[in-house]
């Protein structure tokens, strides 16, 4: 696809945009276009295990989507955007970026409901050499060997809207318009302990969605808001239909980038980002209702307590694997969670 030269914004054009920049499809504003039914429907997750990459995990992910309702009358003439977790890795690592298998066997998983169109996009935040990472996390296999389509996110043509979530300060929101060329996005995140975020899950992962040629290099402007802040005002800005978290490797530690593999041996599907987090969180041994975005984002943007959430699949209890968290790490402390009394 063509990649188109956006506009340079700098930090103070970007914390100047006014409230009246959204722009309008239609007649129908973007925000309540994309209220379709899929942020409408009831807080499920669904919970697969996946021991490995070479399974059949088209199939996996199928059950899934259909355990959660989500099948040929959804996907259906729809195009989609699957939008993975890619920062700077080296290659044949496993536990830093979403595996490409898995964005496959998601693309497998689509065609067969009858999607009209799939493609990846990402915006990486670490590095600005977007090819080089798709390279070293190997996802150059199924975008230039198997024709999967790929759209730089850093580097497209832009729209504005109003920051819909007002944690921040930040006016308005700058988004890459293949957005608004695609029916359904889906965020498809690595299961990874973070040194800011505290966790890094579908919700996070919507930063790659944030052009790097107006927000920077690691998405400083977003940094600057406040990651909580800036995660929330994202996620009610622009709200995907779809999570599908890869932990089946995942990391521990000094995340993003810096931490070690942990296997959970899972995949975590939903079409409410809070909820999926939540899930995630809690299979890491983590409380979610002490990370703060998550305490942030409950009863706002969707179901962060396990009483509101229907487990689908595995439970909780039988796939929980504890991931190691850093003393020495601000965002770590305080998050273990607690063992239910006898």
Not at 158 to 169: A, C, I, K, V, Y
Request: aromatic share 8%; proline share 6%.
């Amino acid at each position: 696809m063509k990649q188109k030269t956006p506009k340079k914004y700098s930090r103070r054009d970007v914390l100047a945009l006014g409230m009246g920049a959204g722009v309008a499809l239609g007649g129908m504003s973007f925000g309540a276009w994309r209220l379709a039914t899929f942020w409408e429907r009831s807080t499920e997750v669904f919970i697969a295990k996946a021991n490995d990459y070479s399974g059949e995990l088209s199939k996996t992910i199928e059950a899934g989507l259909r355990e959660l309702g989500v099948g040929e009358a959804q996907i259906r003439g729809k195009s989609l955007l699957l939008k993975p977790n890619l920062v700077e890795t080296w290659p044949n690592v496993h536990h830093v970026c979403t595996n490409p298998a898995v964005v496959w066997a998601a693309a497998e998983t689509f065609w067969r409901l009858g999607a009209s169109r799939v493609m990846v996009g990402e915006g990486p935040g670490h590095c600005t050499d977007t090819v080089r990472t798709l390279d070293q996390s190997g996802m150059s296999e199924i975008i230039d060997v198997r024709k999967l389509p790929f759209v730089d996110l850093n580097r497209y043509e832009l729209f504005t809207l109003p920051n819909q979530g007002g944690f921040s300060d930040l006016a308005s929101l700058i988004f890459p318009a293949t957005l608004r060329e695609v029916d359904i996005v889906v965020s498809m995140a690595k299961m990874k302990t973070h040194h800011w975020a505290g966790v890094t899950l579908s919700m996070k992962n919507l930063f790659g969605l944030m052009p790097g040629s107006v927000y920077g290099w690691p998405k400083n402007l977003l940094h600057y808001a406040g990651i909580a802040n800036a995660i929330l005002d994202i996620n009610s800005t622009f709200k995907p239909q779809l999570a599908i978290v890869d932990g089946i490797v995942g990391m521990e530690g000094d995340g993003p980038i810096m931490g070690t593999p942990k296997k959970a041996g899972v995949l975590v599907m939903g079409s409410n980002l809070p909820a999926v987090d939540a899930t995630c969180a809690r299979i890491m041994g983590l409380d979610p209702l002490k990370v703060e975005y998550l305490a942030l984002a409950s009863g706002r943007l969707g179901a962060v307590r396990e009483r509101n959430i229907a487990q689908r699949g595995e439970t909780i209890k039988s796939v929980m694997t504890p991931f190691e968290l850093k003393d020495y790490i601000p965002a770590h402390q305080n998050l273990r969670l607690k063992p239910r009394p006898a």
